[in-house]
């Protein structure tokens, strides 16, 4: 359950801001600077992003000359070019117009789930491509059609391709396309014609080339064949959703319903029988890959060694304790397991993309084995770890082979915002600093490990992208994206309102960050509050970044925004985050009435006004916060909510709660219906009518609930929208929806 999220430290001041008239950092009405105009919720869903050309899928040509990066338009913020950069020339160009390519063909519905999965359902035009090995030419795929681009302007559409295709790709030398289309996969030369060298199956619920559901969903993985580096092979999974459960899905629109019957492995139910064949480009000599005799498993990840000589395997056991690395013969399909992770505190593995095989046959690997997420190195049988401290490893960048440096972000320094590091293979134990403090950073490389891509924002400084050298010293700017009167936010930066940070005690004593904006104050005046939350696993609200313009508009509104990271968010150990196992809806519930009590003791916060509001886990934790502590809070707005863990995916629920055939009463105590008489508060609903991530049965049983238990709440429902509700009107609808429920029910005294 990945969602996007609304998204000097204060750990001293939190004591001092109790007894403060105004929080230290904010401005008063009698601050010397212009008024700008006054934020509004059309201006931020309207076209440009206010928060600058932040572009998309940015990387290197192989051979390190060019950076291609997909650039939104002007007056569409949704649709994607690409655009490249030759390093050599030192100029800009772009390589693939999507309005003059475009058929409009409306995609598929596979295409369109699997672009949910990936959160990427709203966007239009280019939303990925992929280098040709030689760096001659790029291929992009484009409704439904593939286009080879060329550096020298020329684009040629590749014949035999059209139709529904799923995950196009070229092989790693260029010599082959590949798709997957009719449930097969589909291989051919470049510019030649494509075949389908996998087996047409009778039944239809058997897939080749693809992932299923849950990987695609929860698992991060989206594409299901791996071709081998020297192109002889390809590693292809297969299967098969017969004896998964058919949920009726019901994508309610405007003016028509359509009912698809989906194959849905909730939990505690069958999952999709997996396996993994390897075979020639043509589909002959095609063997199976022993994955063991247990069946009921997950393929986490698949990767080929650099020369091609062996197939890895990460094969996890469906309660995701023990994940095995397997070590596959590629000609006979035999294996052996290489080694074995164990969830440290008996909690969960939480699987990573923080690795890389290495020439020398060595692998660096991202492990939480001591209880924080760090790099070891495996070599010859021997584990070596290279980090090591109370802090967490957050991305592997990238490996320099030729020099022995592994370079990588972590929040060593500062918990709420990760740092660009290196360190040398020979020596690890001093990491050396390669970024500039005040920012928060995330990095990647090239192939070779010799050119940095990191991109970096922070409160006041929306995305900004460049590339650096291997000491980290900056070579040019990607996108500098600096606010200027120009700049998009130009206009809005007078009022940019800079947040602060702090921490509170959580019961047993653990610190918990917290973040929170404020608006102009007039001394003695009391404010209301947006206490926006999330509380779920695998993620980390507050950060020293660039937030989305909203917490802007809604602070312009006179509220004062306040996030809160409970126990169980990311990025603070294994023992901080497994605090939800088998437990959610209870630690991270009282962290969260931790922050309103903080709240509430300030004397410039109204105690009386202060607002809840989350989104899909979010929107549980609003159900179970109003049900816990009834008159805490002013009012609760609840979108996309689950209310029954049991409707949910196998993968993510059984993770945190496990198998509820095997604990029920786990299921029973999480679950936000049996309660919903205990509400109180004024309680809205929101819901997109066609979601198939979080279904709106859940929200519909949370209705029909609270009206047999004769509890007020008003509803807004949104046809045809998915997990996501938003757009140039559609976002505007849904705030100013939410403010009218909040001006209803949270009056100004």
Known sequence: ???????????????????????????????????APVLSFERVFASPSLSGPVPRGVKLSPDGRWLTVLKSRPDDRERYDLWGFDRKAGKWRMLLDSTALSSGRELSEAEKMQRERQRIGDLKGVVSYYWREDSAAVLVPLDGELFLVHLDGRSEKLGGVGGDLLNPALSPKGQYVSFVRD???WVGKAGADVMPVTPMEPADTIHWGEAEFVAQEEMGRIGGYWWAPDEARIAVQRFDDAGVGIVTRTAIGAEATQTFQQRYPAAGTANSDVSLFIMNPDGSARVPVDLGPEKDIYLARIDWAPDGKVLYVQRQNRAQTVLDMLRVDPATGKSQVLFTERAADKSWINLSDNYRFLRDGSLIWWSERDGFGHLYHFKNGTWRQLTKGDWVVTELAG???????????????????????????????????????????????????????????????????????????????????RIGPAHPYGPHITSHHAPQYGTIKAADGTALHWKMTTPRMEPG???PVFFDHYGGPTAQVVKRSWASPLEQAIV???????????????????????????????????????????LKGLPYVDGKRIATYGWSYGGYMTIKMLQADPGLYAAGIAGAPVTRWELYDTHYTERYLGDPRLVPQVYASSNALANSGRIKDPLFIIHGMADDNVVFENSSMLISRLQAEAVPFEMMLYPGYTHRVGGPKVGVHLWNSIFAFLDRNMPAN
């Open 399 to 481: 490996v320099d082979q030729k020099l022995g440096r592994v370079y990588f972000t972590a929040n060593k320094d500062d918990v709420l915002a990760p740092q660009v590091y290196a360190l040398d293979l020979a020596k690890p134990d001093k990491a050396k600093l390669l970024s500039e403090p005040g920012y928060y950073h995330t990095a990647a490389m090239d192939k070779a490990g010799q050119t940095l891509l990191i991109t970096r924002s922070s409160p006041t400084q929306p995305s900004q992208v460049y590339i650096a050298d291997g000491q980290g010293k900056r070579l040019s700017w990607v996108e500098e994206n």
């Open 183 to 185: 449930r097969r996969l």
């Open 556 to 598: 312009a509104r006179g509220f004062i925004y306040f996030q809160i990271d409970n126990r169980g968010s990311e990025n603070r150990g294994v023992k901080f985050g497994s605090a939800l196992y088998r437990a959610m809806g209870g630690v991270e519930v009282e962290d969260q009435k931790a922050g309103a009590l903080f």
């Open 525 to 527: 005046k009391r404010y």
């Open 1 to 35: 359950m990945r969602f996007a999220l609304l998204s000097a430290a204060l750990s001293a001041a939190a004591a001092l801001l109790a007894v403060s008239a105004v929080p230290a950092g904010s401005e008063t009405v009698s601050a010397a600077r212009p008024r």
